[in-house]
Protein backbone atom coordinates (compact mmCIF):
# COMPACT_ATOMS: atom_id res chain seq x y z
CA UNK A 1 0.00 0.00 0.00
CA UNK A 2 1.30 3.39 -1.04
CA UNK A 3 -0.04 4.50 2.37
CA UNK A 4 -1.96 7.77 3.12
CA UNK A 5 -1.82 10.39 0.38
CA UNK A 6 -1.95 13.33 0.51
CA UNK A 7 -2.71 16.68 -2.68
CA UNK A 8 -1.51 18.59 -3.47
CA UNK A 9 1.60 18.75 -1.08
CA UNK A 10 2.56 22.34 -1.69
CA UNK A 11 -0.43 25.15 -1.99
CA UNK A 12 0.09 28.78 -2.30
CA UNK A 13 -3.61 30.53 -2.63
CA UNK A 14 -3.90 34.70 -1.78
CA UNK A 15 -6.42 35.47 1.06
CA UNK A 16 -10.27 35.29 0.33
CA UNK A 17 -9.65 32.00 -1.72
CA UNK A 18 -11.37 28.55 -1.19
CA UNK A 19 -8.78 25.85 -1.03
CA UNK A 20 -9.57 22.32 -0.77
CA UNK A 21 -7.53 19.87 0.59
CA UNK A 22 -7.03 16.03 -0.31
CA UNK A 23 -6.43 12.47 1.29
CA UNK A 24 -6.54 9.15 0.52
CA UNK A 25 -6.95 6.93 3.68
CA UNK A 26 -5.02 3.11 3.57
CA UNK A 27 -7.69 0.75 2.26
CA UNK A 28 -9.23 -0.75 5.05
CA UNK A 29 -8.68 1.81 7.17
CA UNK A 30 -11.96 2.98 8.62
CA UNK A 31 -10.91 5.87 11.12
CA UNK A 32 -9.16 8.98 9.33
CA UNK A 33 -8.04 12.49 10.82
CA UNK A 34 -7.45 15.79 9.58
CA UNK A 35 -5.04 17.85 11.41
CA UNK A 36 -3.08 21.25 11.35
CA UNK A 37 0.26 22.16 12.85
CA UNK A 38 1.78 25.38 13.21
CA UNK A 39 4.96 26.21 15.19
CA UNK A 40 2.45 28.12 17.92
CA UNK A 41 0.08 25.32 18.23
CA UNK A 42 1.76 22.32 17.77
CA UNK A 43 -0.51 20.01 15.81
CA UNK A 44 -4.05 20.20 16.49
CA UNK A 45 -6.84 17.86 15.45
CA UNK A 46 -9.19 19.36 13.42
CA UNK A 47 -12.30 16.52 13.01
CA UNK A 48 -12.14 12.98 13.20
CA UNK A 49 -14.37 10.12 11.24
CA UNK A 50 -15.37 6.76 11.99
CA UNK A 51 -17.14 5.24 9.11
CA UNK A 52 -16.95 7.95 7.22
CA UNK A 53 -18.86 9.70 9.92
CA UNK A 54 -17.61 12.58 11.89
CA UNK A 55 -17.40 11.57 15.57
CA UNK A 56 -16.17 14.84 16.38
CA UNK A 57 -15.16 18.31 14.71
CA UNK A 58 -14.83 20.08 18.14
CA UNK A 59 -11.39 20.99 16.63
CA UNK A 60 -12.44 22.73 13.38
CA UNK A 61 -11.63 26.45 14.05
CA UNK A 62 -14.55 27.96 12.83
CA UNK A 63 -17.28 27.84 10.26
CA UNK A 64 -14.87 28.56 7.65
CA UNK A 65 -13.69 24.90 7.63
CA UNK A 66 -15.37 22.20 6.56
CA UNK A 67 -14.75 18.83 6.55
CA UNK A 68 -16.60 15.61 4.08
CA UNK A 69 -16.02 12.24 3.51
CA UNK A 70 -17.87 10.88 1.00
CA UNK A 71 -16.80 7.20 1.00
CA UNK A 72 -14.20 5.10 2.64
CA UNK A 73 -11.21 5.67 0.33
CA UNK A 74 -11.66 10.14 0.05
CA UNK A 75 -11.84 12.99 2.69
CA UNK A 76 -11.78 16.57 1.69
CA UNK A 77 -11.23 19.51 3.95
CA UNK A 78 -12.04 22.99 2.45
CA UNK A 79 -11.43 26.60 3.65
CA UNK A 80 -13.61 29.16 2.53
CA UNK A 81 -12.53 31.98 2.35
CA UNK A 82 -8.98 31.52 3.24
CA UNK A 83 -6.99 33.46 5.69
CA UNK A 84 -3.21 34.04 6.05
CA UNK A 85 -3.82 32.31 9.59
CA UNK A 86 -4.94 29.51 7.62
CA UNK A 87 -1.33 29.34 6.95
CA UNK A 88 -0.08 25.49 8.26
CA UNK A 89 0.70 21.97 7.57
CA UNK A 90 -2.43 20.14 7.30
CA UNK A 91 -2.07 16.01 7.81
CA UNK A 92 -4.52 13.46 7.41
CA UNK A 93 -3.73 10.22 9.09
CA UNK A 94 -6.24 7.05 9.09
CA UNK A 95 -6.03 3.76 11.47
CA UNK A 96 -7.31 0.58 11.09
CA UNK A 97 -10.80 -0.98 12.61
CA UNK A 98 -10.42 -1.95 16.30
CA UNK A 99 -10.85 -5.60 15.97
CA UNK A 100 -8.22 -6.11 13.34
CA UNK A 101 -5.79 -5.40 16.31
CA UNK A 102 -3.41 -2.68 14.99
CA UNK A 103 -4.28 0.51 16.89
CA UNK A 104 -1.93 2.61 14.97
CA UNK A 105 -2.33 5.54 13.43
CA UNK A 106 -0.92 6.37 9.53
CA UNK A 107 -0.45 9.94 9.20
CA UNK A 108 0.24 11.45 5.01
CA UNK A 109 3.74 13.20 4.42
CA UNK A 110 0.97 16.61 4.78
CA UNK A 111 0.00 19.43 2.59
CA UNK A 112 1.80 22.56 3.31
CA UNK A 113 -0.78 25.70 3.05
CA UNK A 114 0.15 29.28 2.44
CA UNK A 115 -2.17 31.83 2.32
CA UNK A 116 -1.09 35.51 1.65
CA UNK B 1 -9.08 14.35 27.95
CA UNK B 2 -5.98 13.10 29.98
CA UNK B 3 -3.15 15.53 29.72
CA UNK B 4 0.43 14.27 29.65
CA UNK B 5 3.55 16.56 30.29
CA UNK B 6 6.98 15.69 28.82
CA UNK B 7 10.38 17.71 28.85
CA UNK B 8 10.82 19.90 25.96
CA UNK B 9 14.04 19.07 25.08
CA UNK B 10 16.80 16.36 25.25
CA UNK B 11 19.94 15.17 24.19
CA UNK B 12 21.78 12.34 23.42
CA UNK B 13 24.90 11.02 21.65
CA UNK B 14 24.96 8.59 19.05
CA UNK B 15 24.94 4.70 20.01
CA UNK B 16 23.86 5.69 23.65
CA UNK B 17 20.28 4.54 25.30
CA UNK B 18 18.03 7.33 25.51
CA UNK B 19 15.53 7.73 28.53
CA UNK B 20 12.59 10.02 27.08
CA UNK B 21 9.97 10.56 30.44
CA UNK B 22 6.36 11.36 30.28
CA UNK B 23 4.04 11.79 33.39
CA UNK B 24 0.10 11.28 32.96
CA UNK B 25 -0.60 11.62 36.51
CA UNK B 26 -4.50 11.82 35.58
CA UNK B 27 -4.53 8.68 33.87
CA UNK B 28 -7.92 6.94 33.49
CA UNK B 29 -7.93 2.84 33.88
CA UNK B 30 -9.26 2.52 30.25
CA UNK B 31 -6.21 4.71 28.72
CA UNK B 32 -3.73 3.28 26.55
CA UNK B 33 -0.43 5.02 26.12
CA UNK B 34 1.02 5.97 23.06
CA UNK B 35 4.22 7.48 21.67
CA UNK B 36 4.98 8.68 17.89
CA UNK B 37 7.53 10.69 16.70
CA UNK B 38 7.17 13.39 14.12
CA UNK B 39 10.93 12.99 11.56
CA UNK B 40 11.87 16.79 10.06
CA UNK B 41 9.63 17.58 7.78
CA UNK B 42 7.05 14.49 7.70
CA UNK B 43 4.27 13.25 9.08
CA UNK B 44 3.98 11.53 12.78
CA UNK B 45 5.22 8.16 13.14
CA UNK B 46 3.69 5.57 15.48
CA UNK B 47 6.77 3.89 17.92
CA UNK B 48 4.62 1.73 20.49
CA UNK B 49 2.09 1.49 22.32
CA UNK B 50 0.58 0.05 26.11
CA UNK B 51 -1.40 -0.49 28.83
CA UNK B 52 -0.19 -1.67 31.72
CA UNK B 53 2.89 -4.00 31.05
CA UNK B 54 5.97 -2.99 29.87
CA UNK B 55 6.41 -3.12 26.06
CA UNK B 56 8.80 -4.22 23.60
CA UNK B 57 9.25 -3.81 19.55
CA UNK B 58 12.16 -3.36 17.05
CA UNK B 59 11.95 0.43 17.63
CA UNK B 60 12.03 0.84 20.84
CA UNK B 61 10.79 -0.10 24.59
CA UNK B 62 8.04 1.36 27.37
CA UNK B 63 8.09 0.95 30.63
CA UNK B 64 5.08 1.72 32.32
CA UNK B 65 5.18 2.66 36.06
CA UNK B 66 3.22 0.38 37.99
CA UNK B 67 0.75 2.93 39.30
CA UNK B 68 0.31 4.26 35.57
CA UNK B 69 1.39 7.78 36.00
CA UNK B 70 4.78 7.83 34.13
CA UNK B 71 5.96 6.20 31.20
CA UNK B 72 9.03 5.83 29.67
CA UNK B 73 9.80 5.84 26.10
CA UNK B 74 13.63 3.96 25.63
CA UNK B 75 15.91 3.86 22.26
CA UNK B 76 19.00 1.64 23.13
CA UNK B 77 21.10 2.83 20.93
CA UNK B 78 20.41 6.38 19.71
CA UNK B 79 21.52 7.19 15.81
CA UNK B 80 21.23 10.45 14.51
CA UNK B 81 18.32 9.47 12.44
CA UNK B 82 15.98 9.11 16.39
CA UNK B 83 16.91 12.99 16.02
CA UNK B 84 12.86 14.53 16.19
CA UNK B 85 9.82 15.58 18.70
CA UNK B 86 8.19 12.53 20.44
CA UNK B 87 5.08 12.57 21.31
CA UNK B 88 3.56 11.12 24.18
CA UNK B 89 -0.46 10.54 23.81
CA UNK B 90 -2.99 9.03 26.07
CA UNK B 91 -5.92 7.35 23.78
CA UNK B 92 -9.00 6.40 25.61
CA UNK B 93 -9.66 2.80 24.82
CA UNK B 94 -13.53 2.24 25.63
CA UNK B 95 -15.61 2.50 22.59
CA UNK B 96 -18.32 4.46 22.34
CA UNK B 97 -18.45 8.55 23.01
CA UNK B 98 -16.74 10.87 20.96
CA UNK B 99 -13.35 10.60 22.95
CA UNK B 100 -13.05 6.91 21.38
CA UNK B 101 -10.13 7.04 19.54
CA UNK B 102 -8.76 9.96 19.56
CA UNK B 103 -5.16 11.29 19.73
CA UNK B 104 -4.56 14.49 20.73
CA UNK B 105 -1.37 15.97 20.80
CA UNK B 106 0.83 17.75 23.29
CA UNK B 107 3.97 19.69 22.72
CA UNK B 108 6.25 16.83 22.99
CA UNK B 109 9.89 16.81 23.07
CA UNK B 110 12.09 17.47 20.92
CA UNK B 111 15.19 15.02 21.06
CA UNK B 112 18.99 15.85 19.50
CA UNK B 113 21.05 13.12 18.66
CA UNK B 114 24.95 14.41 18.24
CA UNK B 115 27.09 12.37 16.48
Known amino acids: DAGVIQSPRHEVTEMGQEVTLRCKPI?????LFWYRQTMMRGLELLIYFNNNVPIDDSGMPEDRFSAKMPNASFSTLKIQPSEPRDSAVYFC??????????????FGQGTRLTVV | DAKTTQPNSMESNEEEPVHLPCNHSTISGTDYIHWYRQLPSQGPEYVIHGLTSNVNNRMASLAIAEDRKSSTLILHRATLRDAAVYYCILRLANAGGTSYGKLTFGQGTILTVHP
Open chain 1, 93 to 106: ASRPPRDRGNTEAF
Open chain 1, 27 to 31: SGHNS
